[in-house]
């Protein structure tokens, strides 16, 4: 996958223009407000249409325009593609190869990339809904059909715990209790087993990164923390079997409390760094270089799943890492095209082949 151009109208604060990156490295510097991050935005978009800063399209549209427009030229699937996005105050259009598509969702499975941000942190500084939550978008992407499963288990969830509060003042409702337990285990145990597949991929990418980014100086290890006692190598049944006795054994606690204990929505993935964990112990040069092992190792999966090398996009992920680290995201990242972003003048000194682009007030230069 390579990005061959991408054109910009009305988009945020850049002005009316185009790029057309390498194939390897490309540095974006700039200071602080000049645009470097929205032009990363701008490409994450056409992974699905939606922005990983804000929930709101309209906010990327510039100040006293009514729409903004983005033109994508890739390679992927081994030909030359094309896609345009166009958001509007009210609605978003999506065309690709020139035919317009009913939902931004059909980029999915055209252009893929991985990004890294620095709210990815809270994969680590937070609690496990952060790291819920980066699990099921990657399998999501990876395949529309986890999403759909995805949802239906959180429409169970959703459906299940209203019933649990009705049980509490209409107890003979809890008759109908198993009926939603059996549909919410069928989807629950299929997320669970999507979750650990991905994830032993993933453990074993990541730590490859982390001990090239680290310089084999520290061993990141990544482990599926289940509600249900579910390990690694349980096949579907076996976790069907868990979580429907977990449900059982829970029974008089969620009616209780009107809520579902276990299962899927309560699990957790552990980072540890040198057997000890990241969250507690590592510090932030350490936590960010354990985010950037999962995001790169996000983009191997990618690649051997889909049969092609994501775009990688990095935005201000050079502070807090030493001169090693920076080396490594510059230097030894071979095979893949990347977008990275930095304030620092000297971050762009260091790198030894690529491009650089210098960003000024939305302007965006080749140097």
């Known amino acids: 996958m390579r990005v061959k151009s991408i054109s910009y109208r009305n988009y945020r604060n850049l002005q009316d223009g185009f790029i057309e990156p390498c194939d390897g490295v490309n540095v974006i510097y700039g200071d602080n407000a000049q645009g470097k991050t929205n032009l990363i935005e701008a490409l994450w978009l056409f992974c699905g249409g939606h922005s990983f800063r804000t929930s709101k399209d309209s906010e990327v549209i510039k100040w ?37 598509k009913k939902s931004s969702s059909a980029l999915i499975e055209k252009f893929c990339a991985v990004v890294f941000s620095p709210e990815h942190l809270n994969l680590i500084k937070r609690g496990p809904n952060e790291r819920r939550r980066f699990i099921d978008s990657a399998i999501c992407r990876e395949k529309l059909q986890n999403a759909v499963i995805l949802s239906k288990y959180n429409r169970m969830l959703v459906q299940r715990n209203a019933l649990l509060k009705d049980i509490l003042h209409k107890p003979y409702l809890e008759e109908t209790l198993d009926i939603w337990d059996n549909q919410l285990v069928h989807y629950g145990a299929l997320l669970i087993k999507k979750r650990l597949d991905y994830i032993k991929m993933l453990s074993s990418k990541a730590s490859e990164f982390h001990s090239g980014i680290s310089k084999n100086k520290e061993e990141l290890k990544i482990r599926y923390i289940s509600t249900a006692d579910v390990e690694e190598t349980d096949t579907l049944d076996q976790i069907k079997e868990k979580l429907t006795d977990k449900n059982k054994r829970n029974r008089k606690n969620d009616i209780k409390l009107g809520v579902t204990l276990s299962g899927p929505h309560r699990d957790d993935i552990e980072i540890d760094i040198n057997k000890k964990n990241a969250k507690s112990f590592a510090s932030q040069g350490q936590q960010r270089s354990a985010v950037l092992s999962l995001k790169l190792a996000e983009a191997a ?64 230069n080749q140097e």
Request: aromatic content about 6%.
């Open 64 to 100: 006293n325009t009514d729409f903004a427009r983005l033109d994508l030229s890739f390679y992927g699937q081994e030909r030359d593609q094309n896609a345009g996005i166009i958001i509007g105050s009210k609605r978003k259009l999506v065309s690709i190869n020139g035919v317009e």
């Open 301 to 364: 999966v990618l690649r051997v799943r889909m049969g092609e090398e994501p775009v990688i996009l990095l935005d201000d992920v050079l502070s807090e890492l030493d001169a090693g680290r920076q080396d490594f995201l510059l230097n030894e990242l071979k095979g893949c095209q990347v977008f990275i972003t930095c304030c620092e003048q000297s971050n762009k000194e260091q790198l030894k082949e690529g491009k650089v682009f210098h960003v000024v007030n939305g302007m965006i």
